[in-house]
Structure formats: C-alpha cells, structure tokens
C-alpha cells in the first residue's frame, strides 16, 4: 500500500483545497492529512481559523480522499510522521517548493503540486468583508 501524507490548515474549506486532497491520494493508495491544531495555527502560523480543529476534522474525515486525519502540532513532526505513517509520499503545494526537500532523505518521494489559483481562505475572508489571514 502505497502511503501519502499532505499538511495543511484547511480553514473554509474550498476547491483549491479538494483539488489538492484529490491529486494527493491519487499519487498512492492511502491519504494522510495532517491538519494543523489551533495551537499551532495561532503560535506558529499566526493564523486565526473560522472553524476549530475538531469542525475542520469533521469536514476532512468526510472527504473520499482523506483516509485518516491527525493533529499537525509543530514545524518538526514532519520527519517522525514519515516513519511513524510508513509514508512514501510527501505532498504539498507549490507555494511551499523547495521548503521540504529534506524529507527525501529519509526515502520519501517529495511532491509539489500547482495550487488552484483564484481561490484561498484570505479571499474568501476579503471578499466575506472580514479580516484575512
Ligand atoms: N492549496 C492549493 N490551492 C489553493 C489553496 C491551497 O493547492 N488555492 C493547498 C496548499 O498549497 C496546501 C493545502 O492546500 O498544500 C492546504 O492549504 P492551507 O490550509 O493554506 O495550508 P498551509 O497554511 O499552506 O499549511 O506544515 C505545512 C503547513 O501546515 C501547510
């Protein structure tokens, strides 16, 4: 089994983003998604999300892509989850190239895929009238 793993916000979740989940499981047999915690998304990411972990794991978990969910807790998890998961894969979109080449180190294929342009969570937000990200 062939074994993808892909990290990500997923905050309103929107096209772009299934387009991203789709092509990734379509890279292998099994999709994991690492979703970033509150925590992590207003400490680190300097993010607010509308929806809290637990909705955003709801909306994901009910994705034919998605295969299991789990928190995304830090910057460093990357390399662990590789081998804890068995992943053969690691997915992410463009707008990161480059950033995760290290996880080929560790045998794991490292994939950057186009983002969906005209579409993002900040333009949602923008276009809702409210704060961006
Ligand atoms: N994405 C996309 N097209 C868009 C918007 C997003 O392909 N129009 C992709 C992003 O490139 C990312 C995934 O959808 O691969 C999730 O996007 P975000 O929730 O914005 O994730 P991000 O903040 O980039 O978090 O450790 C890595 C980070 O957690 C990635």
């Not at 916000?9 to 789709?22: A, E, K, P, Q, V």
Request: charged fraction near 30%; glycine fraction near 8%; charge should be negative.
């Amino acid at each position: 089994m062939k074994k993808v793993i892909t990290y990500g916000t997923f905050d309103l979740l929107h096209y772009g983003h299934i387009n991203l989940l789709r092509r990734a499981r379509e890279l292998g047999d099994y999709l994991v998604v690492a979703l970033s915690t509150d925590e992590f998304n207003w400490h680190e990411k300097h993010k607010k999300c509308y929806f809290s972990y637990d909705r955003r794991k709801q909306m994901l978990e009910a994705i034919r892509y998605v295969d299991l969910v789990i928190p995304e807790e830090n910057w460093e998890q990357k390399k662990t989850d590789v081998v804890k998961y068995g992943v053969d894969v690691f997915v992410i979109g463009d707008d990161w190239k480059g950033k995760f080449d290290f996880l080929r180190d560790q045998g794991c294929e490292v994939v950057y895929l186009p983002r969906t342009p005209e579409i993002s969570t900040t333009e949602i937000k923008n276009s809702l009238g409210g704060a961006g990200e």
